[in-house]
């Protein structure tokens, strides 16, 4: 299997450039999350009461360092073991007033680097990206929708590899959360490249409790899990491909109250089948993901 494709499936089982996804990582639920929102947690307090201490996102500009490590087997007819580690540097801009859909953003991917040990042909590939900005809109939820790139050539190339930050923001109801909420969420993501494209179907179930402050602001920590489905087709190499899979997800993420992100971490585990439609092999694959977002002075 080629570098291509595993770069494919780290999009297929979550945006490479978030820990939440999924994302993002931490132990699973024993049990399946469904389509039913849970229950929100009995107390005294009103509902209004409670929103009136909301987190929400908000105007801020923050530096992030997005390190992402992929364990991937190939079970074909000899196994075929693959790790790659890369390092994203990004910086994201919310500003104000939020318009009818949500809040001017950016997303300028400084640079891209490879850990050491990875082939020099992979290396040179992250290389190429830097200086690309995205440009849209983080809704309530914090979505980051409408996107448009600096560069469309290069985001095209670079669209497996970071994706167009959609979900880098962990995803929260639309009134805000507060410590104590739990909620549930179904989330459709389809991702498309030059040669290849993925849809993915996650069910996610989230709870918040009080973090520790941050330069004296309170803070509030989200946990997710997501079970998910993935199917995807394209070319590796002008073959044709098709996959389908499930996988695993967990997460964890610090907002403040001021409505900034302030990073978190994730683990993704996804098994998938590709199909070489011209060849007729089925190949089974595991991948494993993990990811951490840090906050860079």
């Excluded at 490479?16 to 039913?36: I, Y």
């Excluded at 196994?79 to 919310?94: D, K």
């Excluded at 997710?224 to 389908?244: A, I, M």
Aim: hydrophobic share 40%; net charge positive; glycine share 8%.
């Amino acid at each position: 299997m080629s570098f291509r494709l595993l770069v494919a499936a780290c999009v297929v089982g979550g945006a490479c450039a978030s820990a939440h996804s999924t994302p993002v990582v931490v132990p699973r639920p024993d049990s399946a999350p469904t389509n039913s929102p849970a229950a929100a947690p009995a107390g005294p307090a009103p509902r209004e009461a409670r929103r009136s201490d909301a987190v929400r996102y908000g105007p801020s500009a923050v530096r992030y360092l997005v390190h992402r490590q992929v364990h991937r087997e190939t079970l074909g007819s000899q196994l075929q073991v693959q790790n790659l580690g890369v390092r994203i540097f990004v910086t994201m801009a919310i500003t104000g007033p939020a318009d009818s859909v949500g809040y001017p953003a950016t997303f300028s991917v400084d640079s891209i680097a490879a850990d050491s040990g990875t082939p020099p042909l992979v290396s040179n590939s992250f290389a190429k990206v830097r200086k690309l900005v995205y440009a849209g809109r983080v809704v309530r939820r914090g979505e980051f929708v409408n996107v448009v790139a600096s560069d469309s050539a290069l985001a095209q190339a670079a669209a497996q590899l970071i994706g167009t930050f959609r979900d880098f923001l962990p995803r929260l109801p639309p009134d805000g959360v507060a410590p104590g909420a739990t909620w549930a969420d179904t989330v459709e993501m389809t991702q498309k490249s030059a040669d290849a494209a993925s849809a993915r179907h996650a069910v996610l179930r989230a709870t918040a409790a009080a973090g520790a402050p941050v330069a004296g602001l309170p803070s509030v920590r989200v946990e997710t899990s997501q079970l998910y489905t993935v199917t995807g087709n394209g070319k590796n190499l002008g073959q044709p491909y098709e996959l389908s899979g499930a996988g695993t997800a967990s997460a964890t993420a610090i907002i403040t109250a001021d409505g900034r992100y302030l990073g978190g971490e994730g683990r993704d585990s996804t098994s998938f089948t590709y199909r070489l439609l011209a060849r007729g092999d089925q190949v089974p694959v595991i991948q494993v993901t993990r990811t951490t977002v840090a906050v860079l002075p």
